[in-house]
């Protein structure tokens, strides 16, 4: 196993990162990855692994997707660790996602993932401190304000009259 980590921190030093993924799938060690990949090829190497996930049978595909998300959220990937989650189906990991970031705009940005991706996820005080934010936040989540939101743009790029096909295609 020596030899392998050796190896694994060579291929990631040299971007030969599917070498190193393959050469962990093989060992079985797919958390030597997490230790190994730096901020300049983490990105790569987690596309790596969402694309092997269609080929690994069984379990193994979540594990994979596992080692994807704590890759993305040691580099603070955010959204990206957060789609990760969805697919898992884990709250666990979406709740972990809203604890490790500070941002608050980034958090609105997580509920509107939410949002799209039909979760009924709830926010607590843990995730986000404010209770206006956090009430905001879930009405977010919940859509609740999804047609005053889509009655805004058409406001902003004037289609709220309705137009006929002379004003469309004029001859």
Do not use: W
Request: charged share 30%.
């Amino acid at each position: 196993m020596e030899l392998v980590q050796q190896i694994v921190a060579f291929h990631m030093r040299h971007n030969a990162e599917p070498e190193a993924v393959d050469l962990v799938m093989e060992v079985e060690d797919l958390d030597l990855l997490v230790e190994h990949v730096d901020k300049t090829n983490f990105k790569s190497t987690c596309l790596y692994l969402i694309s092997l996930v269609r080929l690994v049978p069984g379990p193994d595909d979540m594990l994979v997707l596992d080692i994807a998300f704590m890759i993305n959220l040691k580099f603070e990937e955010y959204p990206n660790a957060l789609l990760i989650a969805l697919f898992l189906d884990n709250k666990e990991y979406v709740k972990q996602v809203f604890t490790s970031c500070d941002d608050l705009l980034r958090k609105k940005q997580f509920c509107y993932i939410l949002a799209q991706h039909g979760s009924n996820f709830e926010l607590n005080d843990e995730m986000v401190s404010e209770d206006e934010e956090r009430e905001a936040m879930q009405d977010i989540i919940n859509n609740a304000k999804l047609s005053e939101g889509y009655l805004t743009l058409a406001r902003d790029i004037e289609v709220m009259e309705v137009k006929t096909p002379e004003n469309i295609y004029k001859f």
